[in-house]
């Protein structure tokens, strides 16, 4: 979740410069693949005998801290912040 959630995103800024086809594909591709690498963690971590609540729970403060990470990249904090 920390390495794939963020990138999509972050694949889709003007920074990086892309542009045709990559520029439109790279987000879908992040986005696609998050969902898999989630899967196999999840059976990596059931394996070890972790609960299936314990699993809910860490995919839940995952999807959160990468929404509030998403949230500060967008910009909406610095209304927030006195200039």
């Known amino acids: 979740m920390r390495l794939v959630f963020p990138f999509v995103d ?20 992040m986005l ?3 969902f898999p690498i989630e899967g196999l963690l999840a059976k990596f971590v059931l394996k070890s005998r972790v609960t299936l609540n314990g ?8 999807h959160f801290l990468g929404a509030a990470q998403l949230w500060m990249v967008s910009g909406a904090l610095d209304r927030f912040t006195v200039h």
């Open 10 to 29: 972050l694949s889709g800024r003007h920074e990086w410069h892309l542009h045709g086809a990559i520029a439109t594909i790279l987000p879908r591709v």
């Open 32 to 34: 696609y693949a998050q």
């Open 55 to 62: 699993v809910a729970g860490q995919l839940f403060y995952f």
